[in-house]
């Protein structure tokens, strides 16, 4: 199915500004002090639409923007030469999205939204000029990068040392912790990705996550009601992820 790239009609000028957003603080603008604030809103070009299965961005397409997840859920993925959909990150509001583009000038990966999702545009050239300007942006825009490090190395973690109930636990206590930080629930959220996309993120098949989930519900870990997850014992997820002797 030919899946097409939000248009220039889904584009429109921000109506929230850095200062008023509720998100500021996980964002690129986290931790700028209101003096420079209104020098660093500027790198907000424009406010973006995508529907739900569009794509932000394609591999291979010339890297331009960072993109900040304002509302929804995004996937990143690579897919090889066979059709096959390797899923690297999901993202949620206040992450940014477009940093692997970076390296090379060219997005390395495809970003797509799981459900209808705004995205702020930030044109990378914009902050870089900003950035020479406000010291604060720029620390802030290392520290964004040295976090991205983190996300991959625990990544590499995650699929070469840890059992399959290790990193489903693994990946559970991350989501919590992460809508914890937003202000949601840290218990009860909504699952905006598959199984299988969560399998294929995870390095494990399909049937394996669902039967994971079940196991993890009879355990009394979590409550599962399709994707609705609520996470009944902390403790006992976190005991998942211990070491075993």
Do not use: W
Not at 84 to 112: P, W
Not at 120 to 147: G, W
Not at 215 to 224: E, S, T
């Amino acid at each position: 199915m030919l899946v097409k790239v939000a248009s220039p009609a889904d584009v429109r000028r921000p109506e929230v500004t850095c200062a008023k957003c509720n998100l500021r603080e996980t964002c690129l603008s986290g931790g700028i002090s209101d003096e420079d604030l209104e020098r660093v809103e500027n790198i907000v070009y424009a406010r973006r639409r995508v529907k739900r299965r569009e794509h932000l961005f394609e591999a291979d397409d010339v890297f331009r923007s960072l993109y900040a997840v304002r509302s929804g859920f995004f996937k990143t993925s690579v897919v090889d030469g066979e059709g096959r959909e390797q899923v690297t990150g999901f993202f949620m509001g206040g992450e940014l999205l477009g940093l692997e583009g970076l390296g090379n000038g060219r997005h390395t990966d495809r970003a797509t939204a799981l459900e209808d999702s705004d995205v702020c545009v930030m044109p990378y050239e914009l902050i870089a000029e900003i950035a020479q300007e406000v010291p604060s942006l720029q620390r802030r825009l290392h520290s964004v990068l040295a976090r991205e490090i983190v996300r991959d190395h625990g990544i590499m973690l995650l699929l070469g040392s840890m059992s399959a109930e290790q990193r489903l636990a693994a990946f559970l206590i991350n989501l919590s912790k992460r809508f914890q930080r937003r202000g949601y629930s840290k218990t009860s959220f909504l699952l905006r990705m598959t199984r299988g996309e969560i399998g294929g993120y995870l390095g494990l098949k399909l049937e394996t996550v669902s039967r994971l989930f079940s196991a993890f519900h009879n355990d009394g870990l979590i409550d599962v009601q399709q994707r609705e997850v609520r996470i009944v014992d902390v403790k006992g997820l976190e005991r998942v992820l211990a070491p075993r002797r």
